[in-house]
């Protein structure tokens, strides 16, 4: 069975999440499947591709797979950690991605879908960081990325309770383009889709990389980077590190101890 299921009419794309059994769970053969497809349609110079999951799905993506995850003593979010990687190939190809959003987004999940240009949600949809849950510190790029498409305090509740927002929340704050009801959705956004590919895509290319670009244009010092570095290999070496994921196996709630 395909993870992912590609359509290309004319000039829109779409990417459809197709591993239900794990609840689209971000795997690395799920995501080099989404790669592929991008790469794909990079090649076939489609203008705007749509990233969504199957109509009327209760889970759009429930995150890192956690069975990839290293259990201990090594950062489970590097460089070339799956997930970022996905989240580079949908900032730098040239067309225009637009996540349409339907059911519950979890963890890492959500940095994918802020990664798109633009944000379709269904009334239903809700967006919840789980690393806190887990004892996982979010990495410096990923939150960085996430900086540049929701409010900084919200943000900060949102990783540190690990609380649902609501999408009628999300469309207030501007986090999400639009809402729809479930019977509207697709059609809206295949309609936006559509509007888009008809305008000059040489230029839209030129500006979605200027605007991430200056997004991204934060200059950190070396010392201070050094320093959530080692925050954060304090985290993921820690006691609480193996807890989280142990409950999460266990079907628990995790004891944090601070250790």
């Known amino acids: 069975m395909s993870l992912v299921l590609t359509e290309h009419h004319e000039h829109v794309g779409t990417i459809t999440l197709n ?26 110079k489609a203008r705007v591709v749509i990233l969504r999951a ?5 889970i759009w993506s429930a995150g890192h797979d956690i069975k990839e995850l290293p259990h201990e003593y090594r950062d489970p979010l590097g460089w070339n950690d799956p ?3 996905l989240v580079r190939a949908i900032k730098e190809c040239p067309f225009v991605v637009i ?18 240009d633009i ?24 939150l960085q990325n996430l900086m540049t498409m929701i409010p900084f305090h919200v943000l900060k ?11 009628e929340e999300a469309e207030r704050m501007g986090i999400a383009n639009h809402i729809y009801d479930a019977d509207t ?14 305008r000059a895509p040489l230029a839209i290319a030129a500006m979605k990389e ?23 290999r304090i985290a993921y070496d820690s006691d609480d590190y193996k807890e989280g994921l142990q409950a999460i196996f266990e079907k628990r709630s995790p004891v944090f101890t601070g250790n």
């Open 210 to 232: 200027a605007l991430n670009t200056l997004a991204g244009a934060r200059d950190m010092p070396t010392r201070t980077f050094e320093r959530i570095q080692g925050l954060r």
């Open 119 to 142: 944000v379709i949600v269904q009334k239903s949809a809700s967006f919840m960081f789980t690393p806190a849950k887990i004892g996982i510190p979010y990495n410096m790029t990923g």
């Open 83 to 85: 997930l970022l990687r």
């Open 99 to 116: 996540a349409m959003v339907e059911g519950e987004v979890w963890g890492g999940a959500n940095e994918v879908v802020f990664s798109c």
């Open 54 to 58: 199957g109509a009327g799905v209760k």
């Open 19 to 44: 591993h239900y059994e794990k609840r689209n769970s971000l795997s690395s053969e799920l995501v080099n499947s989404i790669i592929d497809a991008i790469q794909s349609f990079t090649e076939t």
């Open 185 to 198: 959705i697709e059609n809206e956004t295949y309609l936006l889709a559509n509007v888009i590919a008809q």
């Open 157 to 167: 509740e949102m990783v540190f309770s690990a609380q649902a927002l609501k999408a």
